[in-house]
């Protein structure tokens, strides 16, 4: 996720897009950079780190070399490469003539990177997005379409696979900018004589209220006087106008109450996101420079560390393992590691899971299994963060900036994440056919829609929650993969809605936890797919029959066409039919809701900012 803005007009357009930039800042902020098009061709500035890094380039440089009223705009969260200046947005193309700012993946990457080094074309960051500035100078300048920017432009964008927004500029056309979106966001805002682009209206909201939505797979030609849209074939397509009715808070959090809901409401981007360009040719693939295959095959235990959501998306990552690789998995919260001892040896792989990279509790954990010569593989969403510096290789979830501090996106992602990693042991350990592990990753591509179809869920979650009312407790219960999601439900709870709330497995419940259900007391219960390996599904079944006829109220979330439980639900939450092992990745988006309107029933309205945490624990 990157931020990106365009401004064609009649002002010096340097001072809106750095403003603009601003506003995207919360996109990313590993690098941020300018092209202006101005009367002597591109001029660029670009810099690592955030954005004031950037404006003291520019005072270096003087804003006057950077004068024109055409500029592209980019502010990065590092997916390919890491986040240096050379990998900085823009790019400009080898003769100097184009510049391009990019945001999503481009997977056909490392082809097309191979085919202009064989053209001589010296590449000069590790980014995917340069390969574009390359290839439309190419386009431009020889062939069928030489001349002709925007010929080249859709030439360039017809060639490219994955998810992306890309913004052109040539030095000969100095008052257009070619952008398109591929999935990943772009928004045209339309002013009097001057246009703008966004990720999201942010970027222009102070300059003006009119946008346009563009369709999934669109091009967009802007100059002052107006914007053209078009199919990728070059075909005319239609836009939707729209005028903004937020205010600038509002639109930095795209609309919602809180950047946690605009968050829980990414989880389908930041799941697909994470799950691009990791299958290639029929099978799943790590990251460059990450555990070579027969650094995989070698592992014979695999330790989970990390601490709360991290943990437990962990945790998930645990059933799935054992099932599809069939070595032990061990799961431990990372600040008890390394004061048990653990047993680890050179065959141990340890999966070390943080969104933020610099948890304190899961760095010690990393160090020790270092000294004990166990490889650490991080799964990590910040990228250049100190626990993917120290560990042996990394998996990089793509959320995006988390910025509430109560985990949300960043938990689905790990959880696929995790998975990836599952299934890159099973493939080069040989535990599962090629095929089966094909299918498995169909279903995971499938998620991101259904991830879709379980936000539908907001409003019904909203009212069951109205009618809760005064709330002092609640338990979550869940079984096989569903005790993660009961965890993970139990903690949201807590650290929103100030609650004391607990998961268990739901058949510990008659083991002691049944002494604290009473009449009126809300149970959440997750209940397996009744297809597949149905016996979970009749013994939870049981389980909420037991808690009911105790007078708990129950909160059940099951799947599409599951009637069986019915009878037993006080409240019933639907989720779209998936194999049960890929449940936390649905289940657990009713629970965000359930969590974030409780809290609010019990008057915490700043969710975003949950009493005594911090989004990044850096102490012990
Ligand atoms: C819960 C939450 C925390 C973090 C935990 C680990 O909503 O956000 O429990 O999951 O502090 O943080 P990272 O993943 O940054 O290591």
Redesign the pocket.
Known sequence: MCGIVGYVGQKQSLPIAVEALRRMEYRGYDSAGVAVVGENGIASAKRAGKLANLEDKIAEIGEGTLAGTTVIGHTRWATHGRPTDENAHPHVSFDGKVAIVHNGIIENFAVLREELERDGIELKSETDSETAAHLLAKAYNDGDTAGDFRASALNVLNRLEGAFTLLFVHANHPDQIIAARRSTPLMVGVGEGEMFLGSDVAAFIEHTKQAVELGHDSVVVINKDGYEILNFDGSGAEGKPFTIDWDLEAAEKGGYDSFMMKEIFEQPAAVRDTLAGHWADGRVTLDENSLTVDQLKSFNQVFVV?????YHSGLAAKYAIEHWVRIPVQIEVASEFRYRDPVLDERTLVLA???????AD?LEAVRHAKTQGAKVLAVCNTNGSQIPRESDAVLYTHAGPEIG???TK?FLAQVAANYIVGLALAQAKGTKYPDEIAEIWRELEAIPGKIEQALDSRDQVNEISETLGAIKTMLFLGRGVGFPIALEGA??LK?LAYIHAEGFPAGELKHGPIALIEEDLPVVVIVPSPRGVSQLHSKIVSNIQEIRARGAKTFVIAEEGDTAVEPYANWLVRIPQTPTIMQPLLATVPLQFLAADIARENGNEDIDKPRNLAK??TVE
Not at 306 to 310: N, V, Y
Not at 353 to 359: A, F, H, K, L, V
Request: hydrophobic share 35%; aromatic share 0%.
């Open positions: 990390a601490c709360g959501s991290a899971i943080s969104q933020s990279g610099e948890t899961t501090v109560a985990s960043a903690l949201k650290e990044s624990v």
